[in-house]
């Protein structure tokens, strides 16, 4: 089966293989990230609730379907894991989003923090929105804030690794993209 990868640190990025896919409509990739993201099987009603909150639950699983039919033919047959109640992306994908927590959990590895720090190429999903559906947008936002969280905290712990090393414009660098992260906030000073 062909390598699915999807990139959801910065703007949205599919490869099926070596060649990047566009997913369409936006509720199908919505559908797409959700499942990859999550990681775990779903009821066919909870993900019709979520993508078309104001459609009758009738309305919504055809819709769903509609969804589903499309990711299969983009994706191919096999990624998508379906019956008549629940639905699954078929495990053996890369995510970034996946790939950045692991590096971010080897707290005592400098260089599992520079490969998160890496893949961080922008936050989570950016330019990405879907209207009309407030408890994704929900969804989305906790998944922006807690990853960026990470993302501010991994920087701040390179750039005091490298501080008073004579690599000492590596700590500069690791410093400036942790206040360009957030400009406002008030740190607190060693004093």
Same mark, same amino acid.
């Given at each position: 089966?062909?390598? #699915?990868?999807?990139?959801?640190?910065? !703007?949205?990025?599919?490869?099926?293989?070596?060649?990047?896919?566009?997913?369409?409509?936006?509720?199908? #990739?919505?559908? @797409?990230?959700?499942? $990859?993201? *999550?990681? /775990?099987?779903? +009821?066919?009603?909870?993900?019709?609730?979520?993508?078309? !909150?104001?459609?009758?639950? %009738?309305?919504?699983? *055809?819709? @769903?379907?509609?969804?589903? +039919?499309?990711?299969?033919? =983009? #994706?191919?047959?096999?990624?998508?894991?379906?019956? %008549? &109640?629940?639905?699954?992306?078929?495990?053996?994908?890369?995510?970034d =989003?996946?790939?950045?927590?692991?590096?971010?959990?080897? &707290?005592?590895?400098?260089? /599992?923090?520079?490969?998160? =720090?890496?893949?961080?190429?922008?936050?989570?999903?950016?330019?990405?929105?879907?209207?009309? +559906?407030?408890?994704?947008?929900?969804?989305?936002?906790?998944?922006?804030? +807690?990853? %960026?969280?990470e993302?501010?905290?991994?920087?701040?712990?390179?750039?005091? $690794?490298?501080?008073? %090393?004579?690599d000492?414009? *590596?700590?500069?660098?690791?410093a400036?993209?942790?206040?360009?992260?957030?400009?406002?906030?008030?740190?607190? *000073?060693?004093?």
């Amino acid at each position: 089966m062909t390598t #699915l990868k999807l990139h959801l640190l910065g !703007p949205v990025r599919i490869q099926l293989g070596d060649e990047e896919i566009d997913v369409k409509p936006r509720k199908a #990739l919505a559908l @797409l990230i959700y499942l $990859a993201v *999550t990681a /775990e099987r779903h +009821s066919r009603d909870a993900l019709a609730t979520l993508l078309w !909150p104001d459609s009758s639950q %009738r309305a919504a699983r *055809t819709s @769903l379907r509609s969804r589903l +039919s499309e990711l299969n033919a =983009v #994706l191919g047959k096999g990624w998508i894991e379906a019956d %008549r &109640e629940t639905v699954a992306l078929r495990d053996g994908y890369w995510l970034d =989003v996946r790939q950045f927590k692991q590096h971010v959990g080897q &707290e005592v590895d400098a260089q /599992e923090l520079v490969a998160a =720090v890496d893949l961080y190429r922008g936050d989570f999903l950016a330019g990405f929105t879907l209207p009309g +559906s407030a408890e994704f947008d929900d969804w989305q936002f906790h998944h922006t804030e +807690s990853l %960026r969280r990470e993302f501010a905290t991994a920087l701040e712990r390179l750039s005091h $690794a490298h501080a008073g %090393r004579p690599d000492s414009d *590596t700590a500069f660098a690791y410093a400036r993209r942790r206040v360009a992260l957030d400009p406002w906030k008030k740190r607190r *000073t060693g004093s």
